[in-house]
């Protein structure tokens, strides 16, 4: 099946310190959404992205839709330990926009030490 | 004022056990999924439902019934429980699919931790 490259798996980092994570595929996506999961709840929608190229932010956050259409990153500056949790990439095929159906990245794990 | 609710929030079964997962959404939403998580973190949709009506069936196994009684709830029933169905289970829920209106986006329960034994 379709399936979307998310990386890194893991990251150890110090307060402060600005993290980047991505997602990719070899299929085009018409959306590409980020979710956290923190640990025991379910994820939680951060940012979504619904063209080419687009660049939005929320807060500390700052997530792009890649031009080719077939990648997304998500920065997050001055990171604090409450950002502690799963990072998720997720993107809707073309096609899928009358299903309602996801495809999720394997998750980056963010682990911040004061 | 929960958007979105399971319960339980855990169930431990032993094997060929019969159980159910409850979901209610309180947002007027339109469309309400279920999700599997697995130990590794995964996250793949099992169903998704529209205004009652089954739209995904993910090739899931039978054993997996899912269940619509109105547009707030979506239940799973499980038959037959095996070891390999432990996992977390995630409801979710959407205006509607649409995600380029915005309206599509998923909100997530909590989760059920459902472990078989």
């Known amino acids: 099946g379709q399936q979307l490259n998310q990386s890194p798996q893991s990251m150890f980092i110090q307060e402060g310190e600005d993290v980047s994570m991505n997602c990719t595929s070899s299929?085009?996506?018409?959306?590409w959404l980020w979710y956290k999961q923190e640990p025991g709840e379910g994820p939680v929608l951060l940012i979504a992205?619904?063209?080419?190229?687009e660049l939005t932010s929320n807060g500390r956050l700052t997530a792009q839709f890649g031009i080719t259409r077939k990648d997304s990153f998500l920065n997050i500056s001055a990171s604090i330990p409450s950002d502690v949790g799963i990072y998720f990439c997720?993107?809707?095929?073309?096609?899928?926009?009358?299903?309602?159906?996801?495809?999720f990245g394997q998750g980056t794990t963010l682990q911040v030490k004061p | 004022d929960t958007a979105v609710s399971q319960t339980p929030k855990y169930l431990v079964t032993q094997m060929g056990n019969d159980k159910s997962i409850k979901c209610e959404q309180n947002?007027?939403?339109?469309?309400m999924y279920w999700y599997k998580q697995d130990s590794k973190k995964f996250l793949k949709i099992m169903f998704s439902?529209?205004?009652?009506?089954?739209?995904i069936n993910e090739t899931v196994p039978n054993r997996f019934s899912p269940k619509s009684p109105d547009k707030a709830h979506l239940n799973l029933h499980i038959n037959s429980l095996e070891l390999g169905d432990s996992a977390v289970y995630f409801c979710?829920?959407?205006?509607?699919?649409?995600?380029?209106?915005?309206?599509?986006?998923?909100?997530f329960g909590p989760g059920t931790r459902l472990t078989v034994l």
């Open positions: 979710a829920s959407s205006q509607d699919f649409g995600l380029a209106g915005g309206t599509g986006e998923q909100f």
């Open positions: 439902y529209n205004n009652k009506e089954l739209i």
């Open positions: 947002l007027g939403h339109d469309t």
């Open positions: 299929s085009i996506f018409n959306t």
């Open positions: 997720a993107g809707q095929l073309p096609g899928s926009s009358n299903t309602g159906k996801l495809i």
């Open positions: 992205l619904y063209k080419a190229g």
